[in-house]
């Protein structure tokens, strides 16, 4: 019987978080995470330039029709359902450490800050409902089917009929961006799934973890950012920019919130 293959992810809609403010409180868990933990993965701690909200992950082309026809859809947001712009303008902030359900702190992969503020009621409203709405127009993935991750292994939270919604997190540690490939002692290896085979060499793709236990509580009330008027909604297009402030996502198109 032939696998079912998840769809390639090429975009995701997003609320953009990358302030001046956090510069300061990231440099700072950046410095502890390197002391505390000899020998974490660098490339796993997240520049400024990335942080942000993600509000559903697309399965869409490079710059083919579909691309496009979501361009649109975003761009006529205001106009085409005209009650999922929020009236007032919303604002939110970054506090504390967390991992999502399930995960074993021993053994941990993603590390979020949480969403907070007085606003985070409607913030979670606006998002959910956004993401509703791309869903039924067929752009961004119900990941409620496929246990909240998305097919490079990431906890990404969608609405669904059997959650509460969007997960408002914005990731500030991800292994992920730290995998190497290490090569497989014997092909008969029990368990293994190859990913490379080069020559005579076989492969498998390591994705490392940390301990976060101690990293989520000496951060649980850490405040790294203030609650800051968040101003668009965005379309980005997977994998950074190799840019010279750390590097960040492009943006296919945005409109501006109240």
Request: net charge neutral; aromatic share 6%.
């Amino acid at each position: 019987m032939s696998r079912i293959r998840s769809p390639q992810l090429t975009h995701f809609l997003s609320i953009p978080l990358a302030a001046p403010s956090l510069t300061a409180s990231l440099s700072a868990l950046r410095r502890d995470v390197l002391t505390t933990l000899p020998g974490f993965p660098v490339k796993a701690i997240r520049p400024v330039a990335t942080i942000h909200l993600t509000l559903g992950v697309m399965a869409l082309d490079i710059a083919g029709p579909r691309l496009k026809a979501a361009t649109d859809a975003l761009l006529s947001l205001p106009d085409s359902a005209p009650d999922i712009i929020p009236g007032m303008p919303i604002q939110v902030g970054l506090r504390g450490l967390s991992m999502f359900d399930g995960s074993t702190t021993s053994e941990a992969n993603v590390v979020f800050a949480n969403a907070y503020g007085d606003d985070v009621t409607r913030l979670q409203e606006f998002a959910n409902r956004v993401s509703r709405h791309f869903i039924e127009l067929g752009f961004v993935v119900d990941t409620s089917v496929k246990n909240n991750k998305n097919n490079n292994g990431d906890d990404i939270g969608s609405p669904g009929a059997e959650n509460e919604g969007v997960a408002l997190h914005a990731t500030v540690l991800n292994t992920r961006y730290a995998s190497y490939f290490a090569p497989v002692a014997s092909s008969n290896e029990g368990g293994v799934d190859v990913d490379r085979k080069k020559g005579k060499k076989r492969y498998r793709k390591i994705r490392p973890s940390f301990d976060a236990t101690e990293l989520l509580t000496k951060f649980e009330n850490t405040v790294f950012m203030e609650p800051m008027h968040i101003d668009k909604v965005a379309i980005c297009k997977m994998g950074e920019r190799k840019v010279e402030d750390g590097g960040g996502y492009e943006i296919i198109a945005y409109i501006s919130l109240p």
